[in-house]
């Protein structure tokens, strides 16, 4: 298990630099507009993904490992509803693009390969990790991130390309080298798919999206969250602002969960174990255990923060007018209350339905899109950033009530099955 979970973590590790070192490149080499640009295409690619995609993701994780690894049939039914989700989530983001977002032809045809390609990407993800093969989904993810940061530093240094475009060509070009590398080091027997024929079952289709629904609604609303206040913000006030504001806001959250991630990786796991072999006082003792490990951690990156902040504001990023307390202390504090939240939810998931967790979420993230469409035309990027520390923290708040509600509730059924 200890071995596995550095795999898990070294694997990790890699990809969360080169997103950091990516905000860092783009916001200061192409400008605020360039990557508010770039933003908003991006998630825009990431939402109609998840609506189109997640059901399936969900379920090759949750079929697949127990399963023999020759079953033919159900991967090639799977990979057949991964062909289907592709081509109607690349239809969908394209005509997004062209009708909403008013891209170029050439800027269509990369948000459409992103698409396409991610949809496969995160087939072949999902496999490697359902089949618990670490080393190899280390492998899949580095070279994805390695070669986006090659691209990326060659566009910047070489070419002197100064577009929101040469950051979608990254992506890109770090999807397609992943694919090309997983059909080489295909594991025999892991992998089974006939491609000359279609394996369609409507009743097969209906069991993946039932089992689905509620984790790619959850993951939605989640993007939603994350991506609301860049869009109210580009309609509003353009693209410079919502960039400034979605690189500072990608900064600041990408950093702590890069800080927190090895906690709640780990602590998720104890606290499954704890619950599964019977031990539920254990597994909350665990919980709040792993908490205050997390607060600790927050408070050293948000020390590191203070300390660095007039030089990453000024110098690094130059984007000077995010050196304001009322936007980036918000935001880093919703960054941590995100973290925990996920954690006690965790613990919530086992002891109430997910659909409990879906409402709470789908409230939270439309209370902050109605937020944002009253407060930013008059406030600006101010409004988006409390309004994000307002939802977080309402959000972490119910999670918080319901978790402690709820174990209360089952620790007094158990005393009182116990004593009678």
């Not at 979970?5 to 990516?22: D, M, S």
């Not at 475009?165 to 990254?170: A, D, V």
């Not at 959850?218 to 991506?227: D, Q």
């Amino acid at each position: 298990m200890k071995r596995e979970l550095l795999i898990y973590l070294a694997g990790r590790f890699i990809p969360a630099l080169v997103n950091l070192a990516v905000i860092v490149l783009a916001i200061r080499f192409l400008g605020p507009t360039e990557y508010g640009r770039y933003s908003i295409i991006l998630y825009t690619a990431l939402l109609i993904i998840t609506l189109s995609f997640q059901w399936v993701q969900a379920s090759i994780l949750r079929f697949l490992g127990g399963m023999p690894k020759e079953t033919g049939v159900v991967m090639s039914r799977l990979f057949d509803l991964t062909i289907l989700s592709s081509l109607v989530s690349t239809a969908l983001v394209i005509l997004t693009g062209r009708v909403y977002l008013h891209l170029e032809w050439m800027e269509l045809m990369l948000a459409g390969l992103f698409t396409l390609f991610t949809n496969f990407y995160l087939f072949h993800q999902a496999v490697l990790e359902a089949y618990h093969r670490s080393i190899r989904t280390a492998l899949l993810e580095g070279t994805d991130q390695v070669l986006i940061m090659v691209v990326l530093l060659s566009g910047l240094f070489y070419f002197e390309l100064r577009s929101a475009m040469l950051l979608m060509g990254s992506l890109v070009i770090g999807l397609a080298g992943a694919l090309a590398l997983r059909t080489i080091i295909r594991v025999k027997g892991l992998l089974t798919i006939d491609m000359k024929h279609i394996y369609w079952d409507s009743r097969f289709s209906g069991k993946v999206i039932e089992f689905g629904y509620t984790v790619t609604l959850w993951l939605f609303f989640s993007h939603l969250l994350m991506a609301a206040d860049r869009f109210i913000l580009m309609e509003y006030l353009g693209y410079r602002d919502a960039g400034m504001y979605s690189a500072l806001k990608d900064l600041l959250f990408k950093g702590t969960t890069f800080a927190i991630f090895p906690i709640y990786i780990s602590y998720q796991s104890k606290i499954l174990d704890k619950w599964n072999t019977h031990h539920p006082d254990q597994a909350w003792k665990t919980v709040k255990e792993a908490l205050s490990f997390e607060i600790l951690i927050f408070i050293i990156v948000f020390i590191i923060f203070m300390v660095a902040k007039p030089f990453l504001f000024a110098d690094l990023l130059l984007i000077p007018e995010m050196d304001s307390w009322l936007i980036y202390l918000p935001l880093l504090l919703s960054a941590f209350l995100w973290q925990g939240a996920l954690l006690l939810q965790r613990f919530l998931d086992l002891m109430l339905r997910q659909m409990y967790v879906l409402i709470m979420l789908t409230c939270c993230a439309v209370l902050n899109v109605a937020a944002n469409l009253m407060l930013v035309p008059k406030f600006g990027y101010l409004a988006s950033s409390l309004t994000m520390l307002g939802t977080s923290l309402l959000y972490a708040g119910v999670v918080i009530f319901f978790a402690t509600r709820t174990w209360k509730k089952r620790r007094e059924a158990a005393e009182m099955e116990s004593i009678s």
